[in-house]
Protein backbone atom coordinates (compact mmCIF):
# COMPACT_ATOMS: atom_id res chain seq x y z
CA UNK A 1 0.00 0.00 0.00
CA UNK A 2 2.90 2.27 -0.91
CA UNK A 3 4.78 2.99 -4.03
CA UNK A 4 8.54 3.28 -4.91
CA UNK A 5 10.86 4.09 -7.22
CA UNK A 6 11.14 1.56 -9.85
CA UNK A 7 15.41 1.48 -9.30
CA UNK A 8 14.83 0.81 -5.60
CA UNK A 9 12.31 -2.31 -5.69
CA UNK A 10 14.95 -3.60 -8.28
CA UNK A 11 17.33 -3.22 -5.71
CA UNK A 12 15.64 -5.56 -2.98
CA UNK A 13 12.78 -7.76 -4.80
CA UNK A 14 14.91 -9.81 -7.35
CA UNK A 15 14.30 -12.71 -5.30
CA UNK A 16 10.64 -12.54 -6.96
CA UNK A 17 11.81 -13.54 -10.48
CA UNK A 18 10.06 -16.37 -10.71
CA UNK A 19 6.51 -14.67 -10.17
CA UNK A 20 2.90 -15.72 -10.49
CA UNK A 21 1.18 -13.03 -12.11
CA UNK A 22 -1.99 -11.55 -12.23
CA UNK A 23 -2.34 -8.78 -14.66
CA UNK A 24 -4.75 -6.04 -15.96
CA UNK A 25 -4.40 -5.07 -19.68
CA UNK A 26 -4.35 -1.13 -20.23
CA UNK A 27 -5.49 0.31 -23.60
CA UNK A 28 -2.75 2.00 -23.60
CA UNK A 29 -3.52 4.22 -26.97
CA UNK A 30 -6.44 6.01 -24.52
CA UNK A 31 -3.94 6.59 -22.08
CA UNK A 32 -1.33 8.54 -24.13
CA UNK A 33 -2.92 12.08 -23.45
CA UNK A 34 -5.40 11.48 -20.71
CA UNK A 35 -6.09 9.50 -18.24
CA UNK A 36 -10.02 9.58 -17.80
CA UNK A 37 -12.65 7.20 -16.38
CA UNK A 38 -15.58 7.86 -17.29
CA UNK A 39 -16.08 11.69 -16.41
CA UNK A 40 -13.64 11.05 -13.77
CA UNK A 41 -9.60 12.75 -15.11
CA UNK A 42 -7.42 10.31 -12.87
CA UNK A 43 -4.63 11.80 -14.45
CA UNK A 44 -3.04 12.96 -11.26
CA UNK A 45 -2.42 9.31 -10.23
CA UNK A 46 -0.39 8.84 -13.58
CA UNK A 47 2.66 7.34 -10.81
CA UNK A 48 3.41 3.15 -10.17
CA UNK A 49 1.80 2.65 -7.25
CA UNK A 50 2.39 -0.54 -4.44
CA UNK A 51 -0.04 -1.80 -2.43
CA UNK A 52 0.61 -4.46 0.28
CA UNK A 53 -2.15 -6.65 1.78
CA UNK A 54 -1.78 -5.91 5.23
CA UNK A 55 -2.65 -8.13 8.07
CA UNK A 56 -6.08 -8.69 9.04
CA UNK A 57 -7.49 -8.03 5.29
CA UNK A 58 -10.47 -10.26 4.82
CA UNK A 59 -10.22 -13.56 3.09
CA UNK A 60 -12.53 -16.01 1.61
CA UNK A 61 -9.31 -18.26 1.49
CA UNK A 62 -6.52 -19.70 3.36
CA UNK A 63 -5.08 -20.20 0.24
CA UNK A 64 -4.09 -16.84 -1.09
CA UNK A 65 -0.51 -16.87 -1.35
CA UNK A 66 0.04 -13.07 -3.06
CA UNK A 67 0.42 -10.06 -1.11
CA UNK A 68 1.93 -7.50 -3.06
CA UNK A 69 0.29 -5.46 -6.04
CA UNK A 70 1.60 -2.83 -8.09
CA UNK A 71 -1.24 -0.92 -10.27
CA UNK A 72 -1.05 1.82 -12.95
CA UNK A 73 -4.15 3.34 -14.24
CA UNK A 74 -2.97 5.85 -16.55
CA UNK A 75 0.26 3.83 -18.33
CA UNK A 76 1.42 0.62 -18.58
CA UNK A 77 3.70 -0.56 -15.80
CA UNK A 78 7.04 -1.28 -16.76
CA UNK A 79 7.12 -5.18 -17.79
CA UNK A 80 10.77 -5.32 -17.88
CA UNK A 81 10.99 -4.45 -14.47
CA UNK A 82 7.70 -5.88 -13.32
CA UNK A 83 8.29 -9.47 -15.18
CA UNK A 84 4.63 -8.98 -16.31
CA UNK A 85 4.21 -10.34 -19.49
CA UNK A 86 2.34 -7.98 -22.05
CA UNK A 87 0.74 -3.65 -21.22
CA UNK A 88 -0.56 -3.92 -17.40
CA UNK A 89 -2.49 -2.51 -15.13
CA UNK A 90 -1.85 -4.32 -12.28
CA UNK A 91 0.35 -7.06 -11.59
CA UNK A 92 0.38 -9.53 -8.51
CA UNK A 93 3.83 -11.01 -7.74
CA UNK A 94 3.21 -14.27 -6.12
CA UNK A 95 5.54 -17.81 -5.30
CA UNK A 96 4.87 -20.11 -7.60
CA UNK A 97 6.44 -19.25 -11.13
CA UNK A 98 4.43 -21.71 -13.06
CA UNK A 99 1.44 -19.75 -14.04
CA UNK A 100 1.01 -16.11 -15.61
CA UNK A 101 -2.45 -14.72 -15.72
CA UNK A 102 -3.91 -11.96 -17.63
CA UNK A 103 -6.32 -9.59 -17.46
CA UNK A 104 -7.87 -7.52 -20.74
CA UNK A 105 -8.57 -4.05 -19.71
CA UNK A 106 -11.64 -3.83 -21.54
CA UNK A 107 -13.08 -0.42 -21.61
CA UNK A 108 -12.53 2.91 -19.58
CA UNK A 109 -15.57 3.32 -17.67
CA UNK A 110 -16.37 4.41 -13.66
CA UNK A 111 -19.73 3.73 -12.05
CA UNK A 112 -20.97 6.57 -9.34
CA UNK A 113 -22.02 5.71 -6.04
CA UNK A 114 -24.11 7.75 -5.06
CA UNK A 115 -24.23 6.56 -1.11
CA UNK A 116 -20.20 7.89 -0.55
CA UNK A 117 -19.89 10.87 -3.39
CA UNK A 118 -17.61 8.54 -5.15
CA UNK A 119 -17.21 5.94 -7.98
CA UNK A 120 -16.24 2.42 -8.85
CA UNK A 121 -13.87 1.11 -11.56
CA UNK A 122 -13.66 -2.76 -12.46
CA UNK A 123 -10.92 -4.38 -14.78
CA UNK A 124 -11.32 -7.92 -15.85
CA UNK A 125 -9.32 -9.99 -17.04
CA UNK A 126 -8.72 -13.66 -18.54
CA UNK A 127 -11.29 -16.88 -17.67
CA UNK A 128 -10.27 -19.04 -14.95
CA UNK A 129 -12.56 -21.36 -15.95
CA UNK A 130 -15.63 -21.53 -17.85
CA UNK A 131 -17.83 -19.05 -15.56
CA UNK A 132 -15.05 -16.82 -13.20
CA UNK A 133 -12.62 -14.25 -14.99
CA UNK A 134 -9.82 -12.69 -12.59
CA UNK A 135 -11.38 -9.32 -11.55
CA UNK A 136 -9.91 -6.25 -9.91
CA UNK A 137 -12.61 -3.37 -8.42
CA UNK A 138 -10.85 -0.13 -7.28
CA UNK A 139 -13.38 2.34 -5.06
CA UNK A 140 -12.51 5.87 -5.17
CA UNK A 141 -13.90 8.29 -2.54
CA UNK A 142 -13.03 12.01 -1.71
CA UNK A 143 -9.37 12.79 0.10
CA UNK A 144 -7.38 15.28 1.19
CA UNK A 145 -4.62 14.57 -0.66
CA UNK A 146 -3.57 11.96 -3.22
CA UNK A 147 -3.90 8.88 -1.17
CA UNK A 148 -2.90 5.51 -1.96
CA UNK A 149 -4.77 2.14 -2.74
CA UNK A 150 -5.62 -0.27 0.12
CA UNK A 151 -6.38 -3.88 0.01
CA UNK A 152 -10.03 -4.07 1.76
CA UNK A 153 -10.67 -7.73 0.41
CA UNK A 154 -9.13 -10.23 -1.30
CA UNK A 155 -9.43 -14.10 -2.90
CA UNK A 156 -7.98 -16.32 -5.35
CA UNK A 157 -10.02 -14.45 -8.54
CA UNK A 158 -10.90 -11.12 -7.02
CA UNK A 159 -9.12 -7.87 -5.45
CA UNK A 160 -11.12 -4.87 -4.21
CA UNK A 161 -8.98 -2.13 -3.30
CA UNK A 162 -10.47 1.23 -1.29
CA UNK A 163 -8.73 4.41 -2.35
CA UNK A 164 -9.47 7.78 -0.79
CA UNK A 165 -8.15 10.42 -3.04
CA UNK A 166 -8.36 14.23 -4.29
CA UNK A 167 -9.21 12.87 -7.84
CA UNK A 168 -12.67 11.79 -6.53
CA UNK A 169 -13.53 15.12 -5.12
CA UNK A 170 -15.84 17.47 -6.34
CA UNK A 171 -14.73 20.93 -5.60
CA UNK A 172 -11.54 20.25 -2.91
CA UNK A 173 -8.65 22.48 -4.45
CA UNK A 174 -5.65 20.77 -5.37
CA UNK A 175 -1.96 21.21 -6.18
CA UNK A 176 0.72 19.53 -7.89
CA UNK A 177 1.07 16.44 -5.48
CA UNK A 178 3.39 13.35 -5.43
CA UNK A 179 2.93 10.00 -3.79
CA UNK A 180 4.22 10.35 -0.25
CA UNK A 181 4.88 6.78 1.08
CA UNK A 182 7.01 4.07 0.47
CA UNK A 183 7.34 0.41 1.84
CA UNK A 184 10.72 -0.79 3.51
CA UNK A 185 12.41 -4.03 2.97
CA UNK A 186 9.79 -5.76 5.65
CA UNK A 187 6.89 -4.51 3.95
CA UNK A 188 5.88 -2.31 6.64
CA UNK A 189 4.71 1.23 5.75
CA UNK A 190 6.35 4.42 5.99
CA UNK A 191 3.99 7.28 5.10
CA UNK A 192 4.62 10.83 5.41
CA UNK A 193 0.76 12.62 4.44
CA UNK A 194 0.02 13.56 7.58
CA UNK A 195 2.69 16.31 7.28
CA UNK A 196 1.68 17.94 3.79
CA UNK A 197 -0.27 21.29 4.48
CA UNK A 198 -3.22 22.22 2.60
CA UNK A 199 -2.02 25.89 2.23
CA UNK A 200 1.26 27.48 3.49
CA UNK A 201 4.07 25.55 4.94
CA UNK A 202 6.45 24.43 7.56
CA UNK A 203 8.83 27.17 8.66
CA UNK A 204 12.25 25.08 8.95
CA UNK A 205 14.64 26.10 11.86
CA UNK A 206 18.06 28.19 10.94
CA UNK A 207 20.58 29.83 12.17
CA UNK A 208 19.52 33.30 10.07
CA UNK A 209 17.60 35.66 11.76
CA UNK A 210 17.20 37.58 7.92
CA UNK A 211 15.28 35.09 6.03
CA UNK A 212 12.56 32.37 6.37
CA UNK A 213 12.41 29.07 4.63
CA UNK A 214 9.23 27.07 4.40
CA UNK A 215 8.61 23.86 2.62
CA UNK A 216 5.62 21.76 2.04
CA UNK A 217 5.80 17.73 1.76
CA UNK A 218 4.84 16.21 -1.17
CA UNK A 219 2.68 19.28 -2.10
CA UNK A 220 3.45 22.58 -3.79
CA UNK A 221 2.81 25.39 -1.25
CA UNK A 222 -0.21 27.13 -1.72
CA UNK A 223 -0.03 30.41 -1.16
CA UNK A 224 -2.66 32.55 0.89
CA UNK A 225 -3.21 36.37 -0.01
CA UNK A 226 -1.98 36.58 3.51
CA UNK A 227 0.46 35.19 5.88
CA UNK A 228 4.66 34.56 5.03
CA UNK A 229 4.31 32.33 2.62
CA UNK A 230 2.21 34.91 0.25
CA UNK A 231 4.51 35.92 -2.03
CA UNK A 232 6.35 32.39 -2.51
CA UNK A 233 6.31 31.59 -6.83
CA UNK A 234 3.59 29.59 -8.00
CA UNK A 235 4.67 26.00 -8.11
CA UNK A 236 7.35 26.42 -5.46
CA UNK A 237 7.19 23.66 -2.87
CA UNK A 238 9.90 25.19 -1.16
CA UNK A 239 10.68 28.77 -0.52
CA UNK A 240 13.15 31.38 0.43
CA UNK A 241 11.17 34.87 2.35
CA UNK A 242 13.53 37.57 3.61
CA UNK A 243 14.22 41.17 2.71
CA UNK A 244 10.56 41.88 1.25
CA UNK A 245 10.80 39.20 -1.63
CA UNK A 246 10.93 35.15 -2.09
CA UNK A 247 12.92 32.67 -3.99
CA UNK A 248 11.71 29.36 -4.87
CA UNK A 249 13.67 26.48 -3.72
CA UNK A 250 12.45 23.54 -6.03
CA UNK A 251 9.70 22.54 -7.51
CA UNK A 252 8.12 18.62 -7.30
CA UNK A 253 9.74 16.53 -9.31
CA UNK A 254 9.54 13.02 -8.38
CA UNK A 255 7.88 10.87 -5.44
CA UNK A 256 9.39 10.29 -1.83
CA UNK A 257 12.31 7.55 -1.86
CA UNK A 258 13.78 5.32 0.86
CA UNK A 259 17.27 4.88 1.05
CA UNK A 260 18.69 1.41 0.34
CA UNK A 261 21.57 1.96 3.08
CA UNK A 262 19.34 2.87 5.86
CA UNK A 263 15.50 2.45 5.80
CA UNK A 264 14.73 4.98 8.63
CA UNK A 265 15.60 7.82 5.75
CA UNK A 266 13.60 9.02 3.60
CA UNK A 267 14.41 11.38 0.47
CA UNK A 268 12.21 14.34 -1.03
CA UNK A 269 13.66 16.79 -3.54
CA UNK A 270 12.77 19.49 -4.92
CA UNK A 271 14.37 20.90 -8.44
CA UNK A 272 14.73 22.13 -11.80
CA UNK A 273 14.09 26.13 -11.19
CA UNK A 274 16.39 28.42 -13.46
CA UNK A 275 17.62 30.93 -11.64
CA UNK A 276 20.08 32.15 -13.93
CA UNK A 277 19.25 35.88 -13.30
CA UNK A 278 20.00 35.36 -9.86
CA UNK A 279 23.51 36.49 -9.13
CA UNK A 280 23.57 34.47 -5.73
CA UNK A 281 23.01 31.49 -7.67
CA UNK A 282 25.99 31.51 -9.22
CA UNK A 283 23.90 29.76 -12.32
CA UNK A 284 22.73 27.08 -10.48
CA UNK A 285 19.36 25.19 -10.64
CA UNK A 286 17.90 25.82 -7.20
CA UNK A 287 17.36 22.46 -5.60
CA UNK A 288 16.16 21.32 -2.19
CA UNK A 289 17.02 17.95 -0.50
CA UNK A 290 14.44 16.88 2.57
CA UNK A 291 15.67 13.59 4.62
CA UNK A 292 12.83 12.53 6.79
CA UNK A 293 14.39 10.64 9.83
CA UNK A 294 12.99 8.10 11.68
CA UNK A 295 14.35 8.72 15.34
CA UNK A 296 14.46 4.99 15.72
CA UNK A 297 14.61 2.75 19.49
CA UNK A 298 13.27 -0.33 19.88
CA UNK A 299 12.90 0.37 23.75
CA UNK A 300 12.00 4.05 23.88
CA UNK A 301 10.36 6.52 21.91
CA UNK A 302 12.50 9.61 21.08
CA UNK A 303 9.99 11.31 19.37
CA UNK A 304 10.24 14.08 16.21
CA UNK A 305 12.00 17.54 16.06
CA UNK A 306 11.36 20.17 14.03
CA UNK A 307 12.69 20.10 10.31
CA UNK A 308 16.37 21.85 10.51
CA UNK A 309 18.09 23.65 7.49
CA UNK A 310 21.20 22.22 7.64
CA UNK A 311 23.35 23.55 4.32
CA UNK A 312 22.17 26.89 2.57
CA UNK A 313 24.52 28.05 -0.46
CA UNK A 314 24.09 29.09 -3.80
CA UNK A 315 20.39 28.29 -3.80
CA UNK A 316 20.81 24.94 -2.83
CA UNK A 317 18.81 23.89 0.44
CA UNK A 318 19.09 20.66 2.46
CA UNK A 319 16.16 19.91 5.53
CA UNK A 320 16.67 17.33 7.90
CA UNK A 321 13.47 16.56 9.71
CA UNK A 322 13.58 13.66 12.44
CA UNK A 323 9.72 12.61 12.72
CA UNK A 324 8.41 9.81 13.79
CA UNK A 325 6.06 9.66 10.43
CA UNK A 326 9.01 8.45 9.08
CA UNK A 327 8.49 5.53 10.88
CA UNK A 328 6.56 2.49 10.44
CA UNK A 329 3.22 3.18 10.90
CA UNK A 330 2.66 0.76 12.95
CA UNK A 331 4.69 1.67 15.79
CA UNK A 332 2.92 4.99 15.81
CA UNK A 333 -0.37 3.86 15.19
CA UNK A 334 -3.38 1.96 16.20
CA UNK A 335 -7.08 0.62 15.57
CA UNK A 336 -7.46 0.07 19.53
CA UNK A 337 -8.45 3.37 21.98
CA UNK A 338 -5.00 2.69 23.71
CA UNK A 339 -1.66 1.51 22.89
CA UNK A 340 0.10 -1.61 24.51
CA UNK A 341 3.17 0.05 25.93
CA UNK A 342 4.99 -3.81 24.86
CA UNK A 343 4.38 -2.84 20.78
CA UNK A 344 4.78 0.61 20.68
CA UNK A 345 8.50 1.04 22.85
CA UNK A 346 6.93 1.86 26.02
CA UNK A 347 3.99 4.31 25.26
CA UNK A 348 0.99 3.63 27.32
CA UNK A 349 -1.92 6.45 26.58
CA UNK A 350 -5.50 4.87 27.02
CA UNK A 351 -8.50 6.81 25.67
CA UNK A 352 -10.83 3.98 27.03
CA UNK A 353 -12.05 5.64 30.35
CA UNK A 354 -13.26 8.36 28.05
CA UNK A 355 -15.80 5.90 26.36
CA UNK A 356 -19.58 6.40 26.79
CA UNK A 357 -20.55 3.25 26.93
CA UNK A 358 -24.47 3.89 27.76
CA UNK A 359 -26.18 5.66 24.95
CA UNK A 360 -29.13 6.40 26.61
CA UNK A 361 -27.84 9.38 28.68
CA UNK A 362 -29.81 12.70 28.62
CA UNK A 363 -28.44 15.62 27.53
CA UNK A 364 -25.65 13.70 26.02
CA UNK A 365 -22.05 14.54 28.41
CA UNK A 366 -19.60 15.09 24.98
CA UNK A 367 -21.65 17.99 23.41
CA UNK A 368 -19.78 20.99 22.01
CA UNK A 369 -21.33 24.08 20.24
CA UNK A 370 -20.03 26.27 17.67
CA UNK A 371 -21.70 29.10 15.33
CA UNK A 372 -23.84 27.01 13.24
CA UNK A 373 -23.56 23.15 14.53
CA UNK A 374 -23.76 21.42 17.87
CA UNK A 375 -21.40 17.88 18.04
CA UNK A 376 -21.97 14.95 19.90
CA UNK A 377 -18.76 13.19 20.50
CA UNK A 378 -17.71 9.97 21.55
CA UNK A 379 -14.29 8.21 22.03
CA UNK A 380 -14.24 4.80 20.49
CA UNK A 381 -17.47 4.74 20.41
CA UNK A 382 -21.56 5.35 19.21
CA UNK A 383 -23.88 8.47 19.60
CA UNK A 384 -27.34 8.07 19.92
CA UNK A 385 -30.07 9.29 17.34
CA UNK A 386 -27.74 9.56 14.59
CA UNK A 387 -26.36 7.82 11.44
CA UNK A 388 -25.60 3.89 12.51
CA UNK A 389 -21.89 4.01 13.51
CA UNK A 390 -21.41 7.56 14.15
CA UNK A 391 -18.91 9.03 16.77
CA UNK A 392 -19.43 12.07 15.86
CA UNK A 393 -22.69 13.98 15.09
CA UNK A 394 -23.31 17.02 13.91
CA UNK A 395 -26.31 18.81 14.54
CA UNK A 396 -27.61 22.09 12.53
CA UNK A 397 -28.55 24.95 14.74
CA UNK A 398 -31.32 25.90 12.51
CA UNK A 399 -32.91 23.25 11.61
CA UNK A 400 -31.63 20.26 13.96
CA UNK A 401 -30.34 18.16 10.72
CA UNK A 402 -28.18 15.53 11.84
CA UNK A 403 -24.86 14.16 10.03
CA UNK A 404 -22.40 11.92 10.70
CA UNK A 405 -18.96 13.42 10.80
CA UNK A 406 -16.69 10.12 11.79
CA UNK A 407 -17.65 6.56 11.51
CA UNK A 408 -17.16 4.27 14.92
CA UNK A 409 -16.27 1.43 13.16
CA UNK A 410 -13.23 3.95 10.85
CA UNK A 411 -11.07 5.16 13.35
CA UNK A 412 -7.30 5.11 14.29
CA UNK A 413 -5.59 6.60 17.41
CA UNK A 414 -2.23 8.18 16.82
CA UNK A 415 0.67 9.12 18.58
CA UNK A 416 3.52 10.88 16.45
CA UNK A 417 5.77 13.87 17.35
CA UNK A 418 4.39 14.62 20.98
CA UNK A 419 1.00 15.07 19.74
CA UNK A 420 -1.79 12.62 20.57
CA UNK A 421 -4.49 12.15 18.06
CA UNK A 422 -7.93 10.34 17.45
CA UNK A 423 -8.98 10.79 13.62
CA UNK A 424 -12.65 9.30 12.77
CA UNK A 425 -13.00 8.95 9.23
CA UNK A 426 -15.94 7.79 7.12
CA UNK A 427 -18.55 10.39 7.73
CA UNK A 428 -21.50 10.92 5.42
CA UNK A 429 -20.56 12.91 2.38
CA UNK A 430 -20.47 16.15 2.22
CA UNK A 431 -22.48 18.12 -0.19
CA UNK A 432 -20.02 20.57 -1.63
CA UNK A 433 -16.58 18.21 -2.79
CA UNK A 434 -18.17 15.00 -2.11
CA UNK A 435 -15.52 14.27 0.95
CA UNK A 436 -16.97 11.51 3.61
CA UNK A 437 -16.79 13.79 6.64
CA UNK A 438 -13.71 13.46 8.74
CA UNK A 439 -12.87 14.70 12.42
CA UNK A 440 -9.14 15.18 14.27
CA UNK A 441 -9.53 15.45 18.12
CA UNK A 442 -5.82 16.40 19.65
CA UNK A 443 -5.79 15.34 23.31
CA UNK A 444 -3.81 17.60 25.40
CA UNK A 445 -2.42 16.44 29.09
CA UNK A 446 -4.26 18.20 31.81
CA UNK A 447 -3.62 16.84 34.84
CA UNK A 448 -6.16 18.60 36.75
CA UNK A 449 -8.80 18.39 34.38
CA UNK A 450 -12.46 18.67 35.31
CA UNK A 451 -14.87 16.08 36.14
CA UNK A 452 -12.21 13.42 37.93
CA UNK A 453 -9.64 13.96 34.99
CA UNK A 454 -12.05 13.25 31.89
CA UNK A 455 -12.47 16.72 30.74
CA UNK A 456 -14.39 18.36 27.55
CA UNK A 457 -13.94 18.65 24.09
CA UNK A 458 -13.61 21.95 22.79
CA UNK A 459 -14.50 22.73 18.98
CA UNK A 460 -11.60 24.44 17.01
CA UNK A 461 -11.82 24.65 13.33
CA UNK A 462 -14.05 23.55 10.21
CA UNK A 463 -12.01 22.97 6.98
CA UNK A 464 -13.89 21.58 4.06
CA UNK A 465 -15.69 19.32 5.77
CA UNK A 466 -13.31 18.24 8.19
CA UNK A 467 -13.62 19.31 11.76
CA UNK A 468 -11.18 19.74 14.48
CA UNK A 469 -11.36 19.32 18.22
CA UNK A 470 -8.80 20.09 20.95
CA UNK A 471 -9.96 17.93 24.26
CA UNK A 472 -7.57 18.48 27.34
CA UNK A 473 -7.68 15.46 29.88
CA UNK A 474 -5.58 13.48 32.41
CA UNK A 475 -5.67 10.35 30.33
CA UNK A 476 -3.54 12.26 27.76
CA UNK A 477 -0.85 12.69 30.24
CA UNK A 478 1.74 9.96 30.46
CA UNK A 479 4.58 9.04 32.63
CA UNK A 480 7.06 8.51 29.75
CA UNK A 481 9.53 11.24 28.09
CA UNK A 482 7.44 12.67 25.00
CA UNK A 483 9.19 14.79 22.20
CA UNK A 484 8.24 18.38 23.45
CA UNK A 485 9.52 17.75 27.00
CA UNK A 486 13.51 18.67 26.28
CA UNK A 487 13.00 21.36 23.87
CA UNK A 488 14.40 24.64 24.78
CA UNK A 489 13.40 27.94 22.99
CA UNK A 490 15.78 30.98 22.65
CA UNK A 491 14.37 33.89 21.10
CA UNK A 492 13.32 32.42 17.66
CA UNK A 493 15.92 29.10 18.10
CA UNK A 494 14.48 26.07 19.46
CA UNK A 495 17.12 24.06 20.90
CA UNK A 496 16.65 20.01 21.49
CA UNK A 497 18.63 19.11 24.23
CA UNK A 498 17.22 15.00 23.87
CA UNK A 499 20.44 13.61 22.75
CA UNK A 500 21.94 14.64 26.59
CA UNK A 501 19.31 12.07 28.01
CA UNK A 502 20.99 9.18 29.48
CA UNK A 503 18.98 6.12 29.44
CA UNK A 504 21.41 3.22 30.58
CA UNK A 505 24.64 3.50 31.46
CA UNK A 506 26.18 6.55 34.09
CA UNK A 507 24.80 9.37 34.36
CA UNK A 508 26.27 12.78 34.06
CA UNK A 509 28.68 13.78 36.75
CA UNK A 510 29.05 17.72 36.87
CA UNK A 511 32.59 18.65 37.94
CA UNK A 512 33.88 22.60 39.14
CA UNK A 513 37.69 21.92 39.40
CA UNK A 514 37.63 22.35 43.27
CA UNK A 515 37.79 18.31 44.10
CA UNK A 516 41.57 18.56 42.49
CA UNK A 517 42.76 21.76 45.30
CA UNK A 518 40.44 20.81 48.49
CA UNK A 519 40.58 17.75 49.79
CA UNK A 520 37.94 18.17 52.24
CA UNK A 521 35.58 18.05 49.01
CA UNK A 522 37.21 14.71 47.70
CA UNK A 523 34.59 12.75 48.29
CA UNK A 524 31.60 14.90 46.79
CA UNK A 525 30.02 14.52 43.54
CA UNK A 526 27.36 15.85 41.53
CA UNK A 527 25.42 13.20 39.31
CA UNK A 528 22.88 15.15 37.15
CA UNK A 529 20.81 13.42 33.85
CA UNK A 530 19.11 16.01 31.30
CA UNK A 531 15.31 15.10 31.07
CA UNK A 532 15.22 11.90 32.71
CA UNK A 533 15.72 10.37 35.97
Known sequence: MAAMETEHFLSFRMTYIVLLTILLFVNSSNCEDSCIYGSHDLSALNWEWLVVQEPGTTTD???????????????????????????????????????????????????????????????????????LNYTTT?????GPTLGSPVVSYLTTSELYLDWDTTVACSTLVTSHEVPCYVYDGGNNKRDLSPLIRKDGGHLVASASSDTQFYINVCRDIINLTEGPTSSCPSGAASCL???????????????????????DRMFLRYSGVDTSADSQCYNQNTSTLITFICPNDDTYRIGGREPLLVYNKHCRYEVEWATEYACPQQHISTVECFFDPDQHAGVDYDLRALTIT??????????????????????????????????????????STMKSAGSSIDYQLRYSDGELTLLYKGGDVCHHNNLPRITVITFICQPDAANDGIGAPEFLSEEDCMYYFKWPTSHACTTHLTASDCLTRAGSTWYDLTVLTRRSGLNWEALDGRHEHDSSNSDRRYYLNVCGE
Not at 138 to 142: L, R, V
Not at 241 to 262: E, F, Y
Not at 379 to 393: F, R
Open 358 to 399: DTGLVPWPYTVTSTEHSYQLNVCGGVPDCAEHSSICQISNTD
Open 61 to 131: TTTVDTTEFYVSLCEPLNTAIRLCPGPTAVCSPGLDGAHHTQYAHSNMSATPVDASGGFIIKLSGEKINET
Open 138 to 142: ISFHC
Open 241 to 263: VGGGSALTGGQLVDRVQISDADE
